[in-house]
């Protein structure tokens, strides 16, 4: 109040006052944001200079005349059973490996999954005991190379 009993009313604030700081936390959120996106492990990774196959179709029938050529010898008594699986499991991430650029033929089971490759994991899984055991488990040869004939035609 001054001296002389007039009443004088508070000075406002400006209304860029109140935008700036608003302005401001923005900005410090979306640089939190993008300091978080960038620097987080990715689901896909992907791989750098992969080109994809320019043909599918024929990387699909190669593997499954692969597959069928483990069965073949496997018939003719050429491999046993532990063998069988193993070369069914081989082809299965080989392919995998060409449709993808993933290196597929090196990585555990926990990084099949990790990658998105379920229906591969899922095959793999299967192959594990008749690849780990001395006298084949497990499935056999012939639903084996059904799984893997299933991986590589149901393959999109």
């Known amino acids: 109040m001054a001296a002389d009993g007039v009443f004088f009313a508070p000075v406002g604030y400006s209304i860029w006052w109140p935008l700036t700081g608003a302005a401001l936390v923005l900005m410090c959120l979306g640089w939190i944001v993008w300091v978080w996106v960038s620097t987080s492990e990715r689901a896909t990774t992907g791989v750098p200079d ?28 050429t491999i046993d059973q532990r063998a069988a699986h193993l070369e069914l ?62 991986v590589v035609a149901s393959w999109h």
Do not use: C, W
Not at 140 to 150: D, L
């Open 50 to 77: 992969f080109v994809p196959p320019r043909h599918p179709g024929s990387v699909r029938n190669k593997y499954l005349q692969l597959i069928t050529d483990v069965e073949n010898k496997y018939d003719a008594g």
């Open 89 to 150: 499991s081989l082809a299965v991430r080989g392919f995998v490996h060409e449709m993808t650029g993933l290196p597929a033929q090196r990585m555990t089971l926990t990084q099949l999954r990790g990658e998105q490759l379920a229906v591969a994991a899922d095959a793999v899984e299967l192959f594990y005991p008749g690849e780990f055991t001395a006298h084949g488990g497990g499935l056999t040869v012939t639903e084996a190379t059904g799984t893997a004939r299933n």
